[in-house]
């Protein structure tokens, strides 16, 4: 089928039309210079798909409409050089009395999944109900890429439709019916953003003594900070991991040699001291303000897999966790001792030396076992200042108080 294609800031769910159109032109600007627009793609003046595109984030997505004017599709993409690697594949398969993304929707999810090397996407088909319908896996590089569009070019954008159960027609000749005047809108009056990094809840305020706020059943709390050891660090690669487990990979980002102090921030019921929560467990390289945050991640991990309120952890099933420098081999040496396994499993905190390992290995208490992510805080010139190693199961772990 033939289509028209209209450029714009995005698209208005409650008005069902597009806001801030954009010239041809001003678009294809956009589009070499990596800032974020929008296509419209439309037939007999009705939406067919819209596309998302911030070429600076290397973020493609794609909104598919059905007949109604109701999205029923979503394709979220990742730019890696000339393909797109396909994130997720959401469909809705609505009733007559459904709204648009009704949770009693049919539903059909493709996952590219972020563990591992390999590339392997999992489709889970679910019914109106919830239940799980049919499950399956598409696995390799091929059957999960497709080729970059090339502004202009849109026809090559149906590789992305082909996903889809059923697949839409294919379009034909796409014609721009653009606004020649359209000058878009002010960066914070744009309707989308394309997702950056997760980011942790409150880390700020879980770092400063003094914080008031409420723990996990409720009752006031105050955030108090000790300092539990120093970490001598020298290659500055760090790792973070259940001292029983065996040697894990160090963290990407590396700091500069030296020692650096290890800070807990735990909070206290006001009513009781003996009520503690463990929070989190700081390697603190800069005691600077921290002006943003990441999350820390090996070399293979792949951080725009993740969705927004996902991870990479390291896993704990021996209640504890440790920092140590991956260059010094302290782990592998007291690994192989059982009587310093044993010393791991106590529940203090301790820093172990061994005389053939230059620097240090510092255990430290998560409150039980599961998966932890650690954040790295940055200074206002990028320079780390902190990895933190977050033990709370929930955001409701800590809630300051002005949140409450």
């Excluded at 030296?258 to 929560?277: F, I, L």
Aim: aromatic share 10%; net charge negative; glycine share 8%.
């Amino acid at each position: 089928m033939d289509v028209d294609v209209f450029y714009c800031e995005g698209w208005d769910s409650l008005a069902c039309e597009v806001v801030g159109p954009l010239s041809a032109e001003l678009a294809a600007e956009r589009d070499r210079a990596g800032e974020q627009y929008a296509a419209l793609f439309s037939r007999d003046d009705a939406p067919v798909a819209l596309v998302e595109i911030a070429w600076g984030e290397s973020y493609l997505n794609m909104w598919v409409f059905d007949e109604a004017g109701d999205r029923v599709a979503q394709i979220e993409t990742h730019r890696l050089g000339d393909v797109l690697a396909v994130k997720s594949v959401r469909q809705w398969e609505y009733e007559e009395e459904d709204y648009e993304f009704a949770d009693e929707a049919l539903y059909r999810h493709r996952r590219l999944l972020p563990g591992g090397s390999d590339w392997t996407a999992r489709i889970q088909k679910l019914s109106r109900s919830g239940g799980l319908l049919g499950s399956n896996r598409v696995s390799g590089e091929s059957a999960n890429t497709v080729a970059v569009p090339i502004f202009g070019q849109w026809v090559r954008s149906t590789a992305l439709l082909e996903l889809l159960e059923p697949a839409p027609d294919s379009w034909g000749t796409v014609r721009d019916v653009s606004d020649p005047h359209g000058r878009g809108l002010s960066p914070e009056a744009r309707p989308w953003r394309p997702p950056g990094p997760p980011q942790p809840i409150w880390m700020d305020h879980l770092l400063a003594a003094g914080t008031e706020g409420f723990d996990d059943c409720g009752y006031l709390a105050t955030i108090e900070l000790e300092q539990t050891g120093v970490l001598r660090m020298p290659t500055g690669r760090l790792v973070v991991q259940d001292p029983c487990y065996d040697d894990e990979e160090p963290y990407a980002v590396t700091v500069p040699p030296g020692n650096y102090p290890v800070v807990e921030s735990n909070s206290y019921r006001v009513d009781s001291d003996n009520y503690v929560t463990l929070l989190t467990a700081s390697v603190v390289v800069a005691d600077e303000p921290v002006t943003s945050w990441e999350p820390a991640v090996r070399t293979d991990d792949r951080v725009w897999m993740l969705e927004s309120d996902e991870s990479f952890c390291f896993g704990v099933d021996s209640g504890s966790g440790c920092f140590y420098d991956a260059g010094t081999n302290i782990h592998r040496l007291l690994i192989a001792d059982q009587d310093t396994k044993h010393d791991f499993m106590v529940d203090e905190d301790v820093s172990f030396e061994h005389p053939s390992a230059p620097g240090n290995l510092i255990k430290f208490n998560t409150g039980g076992d599961g998966g932890f992510p650690v954040w790295i805080g940055r200074t206002v010139d990028g320079r780390v200042a902190r990895f933190v190693a977050d033990f709370r199961t929930s955001s409701e772990s800590f809630v300051p108080e002005e949140f409450d």
